[in-house]
């Protein structure tokens, strides 16, 4: 049995000696079927953001509980805007931390959609970019809009939030990066 570039198992013909291949009606079980899709730029750019939300977020928790650097989590400024309060149950926090994550996604599709070659050339220096302007546009909109978590904020949760952000735009484009090169993308229709 052979697997075509369609997806679908493919059988050759025994005793016939021409050795043609006849196309089944089933689709083909194996990496083709996991992994159609994959070529797709939003997809690529949701993964990348969660993939780089992960790390961003690893960082985040470091800086929070082993360094007691920072006073807030990335996963208290989503219950802030959830709950209007800090979590105060560890669902709370799980499910604020998913909403961040899922943000975090959005934000990939985002830099796929604004920066389309953004992987050709300056990858790292595009996604960097992308991660600090994006935190000081939602802490602007925190200090507008008068949010306590963005208006009381001390220095040190502000240099971690910039550190965060840093690495969230560079791991965000190396990523991507890779997905493009395992993945090359479809062109859009």
Known sequence: MIFGRTGYAM?????????????????????????????DRQLQGFLA????????????????????FTSYRYLDFAAQILYGRKPSFWWDALFAQGIELFFC??????????????????????????????????????????????????????????????AYGIILALTLSYLERRFPPRPER
Not at 26 to 37: H, L
Not at 130 to 144: M, R, Y
Request: charged share 15%.
């Open 49 to 68: 953001g969660v993939a780089a939300g992960v790390v961003k977020d690893l960082l985040d928790c470091f800086s929070y509980g082993v360094l007691h």
């Open 105 to 166: 996604g959005l934000l990939g599709v985002l830099f796929v959609r604004a920066m389309p070659g953004a992987t050709k050339r300056n990858a790292l220096f595009k996604g960097w970019f992308f991660g600090v302007t994006v935190w000081l546009f939602l802490c602007s909109l925190g200090v507008i809009y008068d949010i306590p978590f963005f208006t009381k904020t001390k220095w040190q949760t502000s240099n971690s939030d910039f550190i965060t952000s840093s």
């Open 11 to 39: 059988s050759t013909t025994r005793g016939s000696g021409s050795g043609a291949a006849i196309l089944n009606d089933r689709p083909a079980a194996g990496r083709d079927e996991v992994m159609d899709g994959m070529d």
